[in-house]
């Protein structure tokens, strides 16, 4: 069976600070895909970004970065000079096939992030 | 272009009561799926479909029903609610049924049982 494991409940910044949020996962299968969702407190979850197993790619969005190291089977996201719209929930997830079509989503339990001026 | 609309918000039950929680999206997305979210338990899947008249349960199915009559629509029914079943309930859409489409959420319905 699929796991994704944030083993950081909870964590708290100052406003400026790099933080970053680790995500380690099990899989057996050899295509799989991995997301990164955000619920900031007003509940919504938006998508991130995605990253599929064949690419290992570091990838770089404004003050978001994702190291993706399939050797550790990790997925870990940063957040370089964190800010207070940053609070929210983390979620990272990651795709599973159902053999007749569609696909399943297990996500971590989440990493509440806290940014404090 | 309004995504994914959940109805309603928020709704309380009473033990046995049964209610439906509407689900529509307008991108004319293939996948519709149900999950239900609960405190250090992240997300877990309830029933999904991969198109119009199939559906399929997921993780934790008991005690909900789905149908899927058309394209746009994805109602969750709950039979004869109880209170393990207060929780979150987003509805997600995706266009296509592969594993690389990122799932587009709801905004959600808070469901208390009583």
């Known amino acids: 069976a699929q796991k994704v494991t944030q083993a950081q409940t909870e964590i708290s910044v100052v406003e400026k600070e790099d933080v970053t949020l680790d995500c380690v996962y099990e899989t057996r299968d050899t295509t799989y895909y991995l997301f990164w969702y955000k619920q900031p407190p007003s509940g919504e979850l938006v998508f991130l970004i995605r990253r599929n197993s064949f690419d290992e790619q570091n990838e770089i969005s404004g003050r978001y970065s994702w190291n993706f190291q399939k050797s550790t089977s990790s997925f870990n996201f940063t957040i370089t000079a964190s800010q207070v719209v940053d609070s929210a929930v983390y979620f990272c997830a990651l795709s599973e096939p159902f053999t007749g079509g569609g696909n399943k989503l297990t996500f971590g339990t989440g990493t509440q992030l806290k940014v404090e001026l | 272009n309004a995504g994914v609309t959940q109805t309603p918000k928020f709704q309380v039950l009473k033990t046995g009561q049964s209610m439906t929680l509407q689900c529509a999206q307008d991108m004319n997305h293939e996948y519709m799926s149900w999950y239900r979210q609960d405190p250090g338990m992240g997300l877990r899947l309830i029933h999904y479909s991969v198109g119009a008249g199939i559906t399929d349960q997921g993780e934790v199915p008991n005690g909900y029903n789905v149908s899927r009559s058309t394209t746009e629509d994805f109602p969750l029914r709950l039979l004869s609610a109880a209170p393990s079943q207060t929780s979150v309930y987003f509805c997600?859409?995706?266009?296509?049924?592969?594993?690389?489409?990122?799932?587009?959420f709801g905004n959600g319905t808070r469901l208390t049982v009583t």
């Open positions: 997600a859409s995706s266009y296509a049924i592969s594993g690389d489409s990122p799932l587009h």
